[in-house]
């Protein structure tokens, strides 16, 4: 009798009815479009948790799955394995019994590490599995040393025994060049700023001195969080060791300087753009995190509602027009451009951006970097583009008239023109552009859609717990008790997932409007910006505040996140 055949984990995950096969399908086309893991395309889609594919991959190898929150592993069998490789590696020991280790790992398949692990440890090595997110939080819990606190035992390390060093940097600051730098306690310290603020998911790093102290603080989910600084007396050498990454001049201290460095933090290369200001303190530098995977999300990830979802989809899959991504800086513009140039981006198609600066680099698509310096701006380079024959431009901002016409000149000849505008809402751009000395019959002719956008912060999927707002929290926001009877209000109560704050990642709040045959005509008129949104409403327009309180319904994010990001009145 034939022996019965293993089920592939994305079975057992039908089998459960976790997943259908066309999202199992979706995914696979996410996963191979974005050269990412199917567990993480379908993680990053919604259809399952990590757990879920872990139990599902538990299963279909004949392995134990760990849920780490709820085993307690006794020190001796921690000690089996060093920090070192437990962090390396991302392993965890979890028993011992006559000479065989059994160790929990978050890839049944990677032989290579378990060999290695034989190796190192001299021993049978036996796996069980749990998900690789829930084994990095269990090596900070168990080897009692979280990045935070590795931060500051080497800022105390670097206090105590770099003061001779930091005196001789102040004096001449070239003499870093003389240090020698794989040991030098500033060159551990700057690492380990960036590699916190990396596994804090920090946007960005910023160090800015005082007279009595220096400020170091990451911006994690949009909110800036304050870290345990170094004394003032170190920011020369702080200084002089960022700008050396950076390939700045270090003993420039009165100019603006721009720069980037390239790092590595675990498995992951970061790009980080560097902007160092002089202040009346001294240097102030701002360090951007540039994280490739934050590209590789999809349209679906973006937090669109099923609605807004279908009406861009269709959008971008016009041969012309302009569309224009709206919004205030930090808003999440350039993700969601990157996103709809990721699903566009097919071997038939040829698309070429504009930037100021490239901040991502995306394969398959021809990005040019604006340099204003030689006269390489955003006109000229449209220009030069239409002379490419492309089928698909994106243009970073439209900031000028030139720019804008140029655009629109692209639209009008037979392309797809993405682009985006800093302003408040979606009507409030075509008054933008026609303040700008964009013709209104222009205006209305080639624009065929605006999107404004705002990032709001989700409750976190560990801590979250339902409550149930006051009505006259309730009544503040517009809910009427209808509304409120289907809702699922949600809160985080705040764990080590989330650092305390209850949130963990952002999604996007959407206002899409569509240029309709009324809405045309108002702007051709250059009507008011209150009847161009008015009328945009009646037609099924969403505002910002609304998808927010969707959003809030269905316990994605809370009310108070809502009014802190964006206002009632405003939006309608």
Same mark, same amino acid.
């Given at each position: 009798m034939a022996a019965k055949k293993k089920l592939d984990y994305t079975e057992i995950l039908i089998r459960q009815g976790l997943v259908s096969p066309e999202q199992l399908q979706e995914a696979l086309e996410m996963a191979d479009k974005s050269g990412i893991k199917l567990p993480e395309a379908l993680s990053?889609?919604?259809?399952?948790?990590?757990?879920?594919?872990?139990?599902?991959?538990?299963?279909?190898?004949?392995?134990?799955?760990?849920?780490?929150?709820?085993?307690?592993?006794?020190?001796?069998?921690?000690?089996?394995?060093?920090?070192?490789?437990?962090?390396?590696?991302?392993?965890?020991?979890?028993?011992?019994?006559?000479?065989?280790?059994?160790?929990?790992?978050?890839?049944?398949?990677?032989?290579?590490?378990? &060999?290695?692990?034989?190796?190192?440890?001299?021993?049978?090595?036996?796996?069980?599995?749990?998900?690789?997110?829930?084994?990095?939080?269990?090596?900070?819990?168990?080897?009692?040393?979280?990045?935070?606190?590795?931060?500051?035992?080497?800022?105390?390390?670097?206090?105590?025994?770099?003061?001779?060093?930091?005196?001789?940097?102040?004096?001449? &600051?070239?003499?870093?060049?003389?240090?020698?730098?794989?040991?030098?306690?500033?060159?551990?310290?700057?690492?380990?700023?960036?590699?916190?603020?990396?596994?804090?998911?920090?946007?960005?790093?910023?160090?800015?001195?005082?007279?009595?102290?220096?400020?170091?603080?990451?911006?994690?989910?949009?909110?800036?969080?304050?870290?345990?600084s170094p004394p003032r007396r170190l920011l020369g050498a702080l200084m002089s060791r960022i700008k050396i990454l950076a390939r700045l001049d270090i003993a420039e201290r009165r100019r603006t300087q721009d720069g980037r460095i390239k790092v590595s933090v675990g498995e992951k290369e970061l790009d980080l753009r560097v902007s160092v200001i002089p202040t009346n303190h001294g240097q102030s530098v701002v360090m951007r995190i540039l994280d490739k995977d934050n590209i590789k999300v999809g349209l679906r990830q973006l937090g669109f509602s099923e609605e807004d979802f279908r009406r861009f989809d269709g959008l971008i899959q016009r041969p012309n027009g302009i569309i224009l991504v709206t919004g205030p800086t930090g808003s999440g513009k350039t993700t969601s451009l990157y996103a709809a140039l990721n699903d566009l981006n097919t071997p038939d198609k040829k698309i070429i951006t504009a930037e100021d600066p490239v901040e991502y680099y995306l394969p398959g698509v021809n990005q040019v970097e604006i340099r204003h310096s030689i006269g390489l701006d955003f006109a000229r380079v449209i220009r030069a583009m239409l002379r490419q024959a492309p089928n698909i431009i994106l243009v970073g901002e439209m900031r000028d008239l030139e720019t804008a016409q140029m655009g629109i000149q692209a639209s009008l000849t037979g392309h797809l023109v993405f682009s985006t505008l800093h302003t408040n809402d979606s009507p409030s751009a075509i008054t933008r552009l026609i303040d700008m000395g964009v013709p209104?019959?222009?205006?209305?002719?080639?624009?065929?859609?605006?999107?404004?956008?705002?990032?709001?912060?989700?409750?976190?999927?560990?801590?979250?717990?339902?409550?149930?707002?006051?009505?006259?929290?309730?009544?503040?926001?517009?809910?009427?008790?209808?509304?409120?009877?289907?809702?699922?209000?949600?809160?985080?109560?705040?764990?080590?997932?989330?650092?305390?704050?209850?949130?963990?990642?952002?999604?996007?709040?959407?206002?899409?409007?569509?240029?309709?045959?009324?809405?045309?005509?108002?702007?051709?008129?250059?009507?008011?910006?209150?009847?161009?949104?008015?009328?945009?409403?009646?037609?099924?327009?969403?505002?910002?505040?609304?998808?927010?309180?969707?959003?809030?319904?269905?316990?994605?994010?809370?009310?108070?996140?809502?009014?802190?990001?964006?206002?009632?009145?405003?939006?309608?």
């Open positions: 990053r889609l919604g259809y399952v948790s990590g757990e879920d594919v872990m139990r599902a991959m538990a299963e279909q190898h004949g392995r134990d799955y760990i849920n780490l929150a709820e085993v307690v592993i006794p020190p001796s069998v921690v000690e089996l394995v060093p920090e070192s490789v437990a962090r390396e590696n991302a392993v965890l020991p979890l028993s011992e019994s006559d000479g065989e280790l059994i160790v929990i790992v978050s890839d049944p398949l990677d032989f290579e590490t378990i &060999e290695k692990l034989r190796f190192i440890l001299n021993c049978q090595i036996e796996i069980a599995l749990a998900p690789r997110e829930s084994i990095l939080e269990a090596i900070n819990r168990y080897y009692g040393q979280t990045v935070g606190e590795s931060a500051d035992s080497m800022l105390q390390e670097f206090t105590d025994t770099a003061i001779d060093f930091t005196e001789t940097l102040e004096e001449d &600051e070239g003499a870093e060049e003389d240090v020698d730098e794989s040991s030098a306690p500033i060159v551990r310290l700057v690492q380990l700023m960036i590699t916190e603020a990396a596994q804090l998911r920090a946007s960005d790093i910023h160090v800015e001195p005082f007279e009595d102290r220096i400020r170091v603080r990451y911006r994690i989910d949009g909110i800036l969080v304050e870290r345990d209104s019959y222009l205006v209305s002719s080639s624009v065929v859609a605006i999107m404004a956008q705002r990032l709001v912060r989700v409750v976190c999927q560990k801590c979250k717990q339902s409550y149930s707002p006051s009505e006259t929290l309730l009544e503040t926001a517009g809910i009427t008790p209808e509304m409120a009877k289907n809702a699922t209000f949600s809160i985080g109560r705040g764990c080590g997932n989330c650092q305390g704050s209850g949130y963990r990642g952002r999604l996007g709040l959407f206002e899409l409007l569509l240029m309709s045959a009324k809405i045309r005509e108002l702007t051709f008129n250059k009507a008011p910006t209150e009847d161009l949104r008015r009328t945009a409403i009646s037609e099924g327009m969403k505002t910002l505040y609304w998808d927010a309180i969707d959003k809030v319904i269905r316990g994605v994010t809370s009310l108070e996140e809502v009014f802190r990001v964006t206002k009632r009145g405003e939006q309608e």
